[in-house]
């Protein structure tokens, strides 16, 4: 008797029953078995084709299995891929290097997910808060938006204001303030002398691609100045080259004190994460006090760094900026058809259909028949983000498919 069954070819019904009995109930994944992909298109098990316009939530911002992400990550496999922190190994140094020069920053603190990002600065601003701002201990807050989305922690949904999220997992982790995304007066009334960081997504990506107004993000940066507490940017959706420029943040030229990355750092190959601070404000943290096993490993380090070698060069983000005209067009052309408003920059956008023409999640299984991926996301809004790599005719393709879709 073996544990594990030998893979067999299975159809995609097959599948999808088998793993609804085997896994557990956390995702709502449409009826598609992927199988094969390369740059933006993937394969299901039978063999039909589908325009990924989704790209893994903008992990794969540089397309599916690009070729120097999987050259970089085929040189290490033959090399070394795990040495934990116990041991120095020879590809960390050039990756944090690396990623300080993109971002501006000085100091890299490599984790895994997204979520271990967020809970690595959320303690990095407390230590700080007691350490060099001088807060009483265990008074620290943190100041948070409205429909933030930075993980699925229970610290983490601690602050949220999704009840999916949140609701059946407390009790919470006290020390956060909530204030409407968006908003300076509120946020600036929020901040008092306990106040640690503000933790905010420059763009909202999973409340529907919320974008602020225009100084929003610049006046984040001078209340937090002022008031002498952190800018915590969370990139991880919104980052390397999504929006037409390096970070969201960069719209604004704004720089904030600690940035969290993710996703895309990865190229959709193996997890990466990373906090990038100011030297004083990571230097708060000293050996034994915050660690991970897998961060840092050899392996997402030279994948990591091949990331920033790619986005080093540009041309990813001049692809987003100039297609993301094309994306908006198209987007402005369907709206009063089926369409009722869309938020876009870059390769990203967030649209609301009419709920009359159905719901998100009814469009996505509309365009799926057509052969494009999309996701839903509250209610009837669908979210746009394909790997940056596709083409003008790719993107017109798809557009002209969600067109059909609306008319129906």
């Known amino acids: 008797m073996t544990l594990t069954p030998e893979r067999t070819e299975r159809s995609s019904a097959e599948l999808i029953r088998a793993e609804e009995t085997a896994l557990a109930h956390n995702y709502h994944p449409l009826p598609v078995v992927v199988a094969r992909a390369e740059g933006v298109w993937v394969e299901d098990v039978e063999g039909r084709r589908y325009l990924d316009m989704l790209a893994g939530y903008s992990a794969l911002n540089f397309g599916h299995r690009h070729p120097d992400l999987i050259a970089a990550a085929h040189r290490q496999l033959d090399e070394v891929t795990l040495t934990s922190r116990a041991f120095h190994n020879d590809r960390l140094a050039g990756f944090a290097e690396g990623l300080a020069a993109l971002t501006g920053l000085e100091m890299t603190l490599p984790m895994n997910t997204g979520a271990e990002a967020v809970e690595s600065a959320i303690k990095v601003a407390r230590k700080w808060a007691y350490e060099v701002k001088g807060v009483a201990p265990d008074r620290a807050t943190i100041v948070v938006a409205d429909g933030n989305f930075h993980g699925r922690t229970t610290t983490i949904v601690s602050f949220s204001t999704d009840e999916t999220a949140r609701g059946g997992f407390g009790p919470f982790t006290p020390g956060f303030r909530i204030v409407p995304y968006n908003d300076l007066a509120a946020l600036e009334a929020a901040i008092d002398e306990t106040t640690a960081a503000v933790l905010i997504e420059p763009i909202q990506g999973e409340a529907g691609v919320l974008i602020p107004d225009d100084g929003y993000l610049t006046g984040v940066r001078d209340l937090t100045r002022r008031a002498n507490c952190l800018f915590v940017a969370d990139e991880i959706q919104s980052g390397l080259g999504r929006t037409g420029t390096t970070l969201a943040v960069d719209h604004e030229s704004v720089v904030p004190d600690m940035l969290l990355l993710g996703k895309a750092l990865g190229g959709g190959i193996v997890p990466v994460s990373a906090v990038v601070a100011r030297r004083d404000v990571m230097s708060v943290l000293r050996p034994g006090e915050h660690g991970s096993t897998f961060g840092g490993n050899p392996l997402s380090a030279a994948v990591g760094s091949a990331v920033v070698d790619l986005l080093a060069t540009g041309e990813y983000q001049r692809r987003a900026a100039d297609l993301g ?84």
């Open 325 to 408: 005209t094309v994306l908006r067009d198209g987007l402005a052309a369907l709206t009063g058809r089926g369409v009722v408003g869309f938020r876009a920059r870059g390769l990203w956008a967030g649209v609301d259909v009419d709920p009359a023409v159905g719901t998100g999640r009814e469009i996505s299984e509309r365009l799926l028949a057509e052969g494009i991926l999309v996701k839903d996301t509250h209610g009837s809004t669908i979210r746009i983000a394909p790997p940056l790599t596709i083409t003008r005719e790719e993107l017109e393709a798809a557009l002209a498919s969600l067109e059909k879709v609306l008319g129906r």
